[in-house]
């Protein structure tokens, strides 16, 4: 009898579970991820058809900064192709380097940006720290970088704890 009643229960919570929250949440679903070449679909892919980045820069370099600095960079871009561009994803190469990527589609021929913030806290000379994008596109990453030197402050290198 438990058991009936807990399969009961469970397959009541499952069933509530997809009702609609109400007509103002909504929201837009596309099948412009869903319809990325990058499948298994054994066919050909016209890469003429499918969105694509066009970079000003893939490269920026931040300069020479003081240890504990934080700098942010912008990489602007342009959709190139002809469809809807969605980034799924950023991710910096360490926790040290943040992206923030639009989440709506970039719509062909339009431009978009990827802000790049790096906290340089603890870290010392040459830096190169690289962000990863997946998108819709083909390929489906892109790799960006920001790079530059980090100077500790004189004296700072002799904060050893003495005896």
Known sequence: MKKIVLFVSVLTFLMSCGGNE?????TEITT???????????????????????FVE?????????????????????????????????QGSCGCTVPEWPKEPIKPGEDGTIEVTFNSNGKQGLQNKTITLVA????NTKVLAIKGEVLVPEGAENNLPTE
């Not at 109400?22 to 909504?26: A, D, H, S």
């Not at 819709?136 to 390929?139: D, L, R, S, Y």
Request: proline letters at 5%; glycine letters at 10%.
């Open 32 to 54: 412009d991820l869903i319809n990325n070449p990058n499948t298994a679909s054994g066919s050909e892919v016209d890469k003429d058809e499918q969105p694509f980045f066009e």
């Open 136 to 139: 819709n596109t083909v390929p």
């Open 22 to 26: 109400g007509e103002g949440n909504q």
């Open 58 to 90: 893939e490269v920026i370099d931040f300069g020479t900064i003081t240890q504990g600095e934080i700098v942010s960079k912008t990489f602007k871009f342009r959709n190139v192709g002809k469809t809807n561009l969605i980034i799924s994803s950023a």
